[in-house]
Structures are given as C-alpha cells and as structure tokens.
C-alpha cells in the first residue's frame, strides 16, 4: 500500500496536467461548434471538396458534422491522441525509471518481491488514467450540454467518451511491455510520442480498410457505428482487451526473471 501511495503521488502533477490539457481541448473543439452549427451548409459543401480517401482518413462524416455528436467524434480524435500519449507515457515510465534514475539498486534490497513492486506500479498507474478518464468526461458532457443547438444523444456522447479510457489502456498495456523488453529507454517523451504518432498515422491509413482497422488502436472504436447503434463493435473490444492482457502478463514475466542493472 504505502509504494502504491508513493507512485501514485509521484504521478499526481502530471495526472492533474494531463487532465486539465484535455478538458481544455474538449473546450476549445466544442466552442467552435455553435457558429460551425449556423454556417453548416457552407461546412458541408467544403468538406465535400475533400477526397473521400481524404475524408475517411480525417474521421469526417459530412452527413452528420452539424450534430454535437457528430461534430464531437471528429474532433475527438485528436483529444484520444493526447489520452493515448498520456498513458503511453505512463507505462514506460514504471518500469524504466528506476533504470534511468538509478535507484533499482535500492528498491529491490526491500523485502518486497518484483510482483508485489510491479503490481503497486500498474495499480498507481492505472488509478491515474482512471482519474484522468472520469474527471474528463464529466467536463465534456457539462461542456456538450453547454453549446448543443439540439437534443442529442447522451448515450451516443458517453460512448465516444469513453473510448478515451479504452484506447489509453491499450496504449498503457504497450508501453509496460516496451518498458520491460527495453528498459534501457533514455527520453520516456520521444519513444511515447514515435509510437503513439505511429499508430495515429497507421490509423488514418488503416481507416480506408475495415480489416486495417485492427492495425491501430485509434480505430477500434468506430464513430460512426456507435452514433447510430449506440454500441462498440465487439471484435475490435475482444481484440483490444486481448492485447492488453497479453502485453501485462509478458511485463510480468520478463520483469520477474530479467536482470535489472543497477549502479
């Protein structure tokens, strides 16, 4: 409990940053809706100007921009790229940092297993996205109601929401096993950032593709799906849930039997 308490103050800045940097996102997308709303037809003949290649690849659904929903899932997007950069950063950084401070030495001399250390990590970890992800949505649902010219649906809202919390998992998930397999990482900013742009470009490609689509977390929640269904597609979640379970339980066992190199 008290490592637990320990990294989860460690994180405690940075979590509070990365909260208030996304609900300003959310704010400034969503501020621009209502004069968008009153010039819609003009927005859509614009946007009608665009490849539809180019369209798919942006996330832009001409039909239904001039909804909150609609208009929010496009500009979501980019609020889920800095989600998933926070949490990217996050799962490099409990593994390596004793690596690149130099304190390994003196934290495995505690009669505490590697297990017990990793777990309180993960859980302090964790509890910071969570953080993030509640806090988040709230703000985005009191801002929606704010600006919508028009009932919409919560349901559909909540939804887009939420995939914030299930891309950050996977994108947490990559960068514990990336940690473990390369603890060596000197800049926790930059590989976060390669990898994360990574698969945000993967995703634009991979959206031109239905079976693409898997290559990138960015797309396994499909917008457009969940604004007329009101669901997640449940393939892309089985997947996505796999790929998190597969990644914590090889960080599990490389972190147990790999030598950590101390001073």
Same mark, same amino acid.
């Given at each position: 409990?008290?490592?637990?308490?320990?990294?989860?103050?460690?994180?405690?800045?940075?979590?509070?940053?990365?909260?208030?940097?996304?609900?300003?996102?959310?704010?400034?997308?969503m501020s621009m809706f209502p004069p968008?709303?009153?010039?819609?037809?003009?927005?859509?003949?614009?946007?009608?100007?665009?490849?539809?290649?180019?369209?798919?690849?942006?996330?832009?659904?001409?039909?239904?921009?001039?909804?909150?929903?609609?208009?929010?899932?496009?500009?979501?997007?980019?609020?889920?790229?800095?989600?998933?950069?926070?949490?990217?950063?996050?799962?490099?950084?409990?593994?390596?940092?004793?690596?690149?401070?130099?304190?390994?030495?003196?934290?495995?001399?505690?009669?505490?297993?590697?297990?017990?250390?990793?777990?309180?990590?993960?859980?302090? #970890?964790?509890?910071?996205?969570?953080?993030?992800?509640? =806090?988040? &949505? +709230?703000?985005? /649902? !009191?801002?929606?109601?704010? $600006?919508?010219?028009?009932?919409?649906?919560?349901?559909?809202?909540?939804?887009?929401?939420?995939?914030?919390?299930?891309?950050?998992?996977?994108?947490?998930?990559?960068?514990?096993?990336? #940690?473990?397999?390369?603890?060596?990482?000197?800049?926790? =900013?930059? &590989? +976060?950032?390669? /990898? !994360?742009?990574?698969?945000? $470009?993967?995703?634009?490609?991979?959206?031109?593709?239905?079976?693409?689509?898997?290559?990138?977390?960015?797309?396994?929640?499909?917008?457009?799906?969940?604004?007329?269904?009101?669901?997640?597609?449940?393939?892309?979640?089985?997947?996505?849930?796999?790929?998190?379970?597969?990644?914590?339980? !090889?960080?599990?066992?490389?972190?147990?039997?790999?030598?950590?190199?101390?001073?």
């Open positions: 409990m008290n490592m637990y308490l320990y990294e989860l103050k460690a994180y405690r800045k940075n979590t509070l940053l990365w909260t208030l940097a996304l609900i300003g996102l959310a704010l400034l997308f968008i709303a009153k010039e819609i037809d003009e927005f859509r003949k614009a946007l009608e100007g665009f490849p539809e290649g180019v369209r798919k690849a942006l996330g832009l659904q001409v039909e239904t921009i001039g909804s909150v929903n609609g208009y929010y899932s496009y500009t979501f997007m980019y609020i889920a790229l800095c989600g998933a950069i926070q949490a990217m950063t996050l799962g490099i950084s409990i593994t390596s940092k004793e690596i690149r401070e130099k304190t390994a030495d003196f934290l495995f001399t505690k009669p505490v297993t590697r297990s017990k250390v990793l777990i309180s990590k993960l859980l302090a #970890a964790l509890t910071s996205i969570i953080f993030t992800n509640i =806090v988040y &949505v +709230s703000a985005a /649902v !009191v801002i929606a109601n704010a $600006v919508a010219n028009e009932d919409f649906s919560l349901t559909a809202f909540l939804l887009i929401s939420l995939s914030l919390l299930v891309i950050s998992l996977i994108m947490f998930a990559l960068g514990t096993v990336l #940690a473990v397999l390369f603890p060596k990482i000197k800049s926790v =900013v930059s &590989v +976060s950032l390669g /990898v !994360v742009f990574g698969f945000f $470009v993967m995703g634009m490609v991979a959206g031109l593709e239905e079976t693409g689509r898997y290559f990138s977390p960015f797309k396994y929640i499909d917008y457009a799906y969940v604004m007329k269904e009101e669901a997640y597609e449940w393939s892309f979640l089985v997947v996505g849930a796999a790929i998190i379970i597969v990644c914590l339980i !090889v960080s599990f066992l490389v972190y147990k039997k790999k030598d950590i190199h101390t001073v």
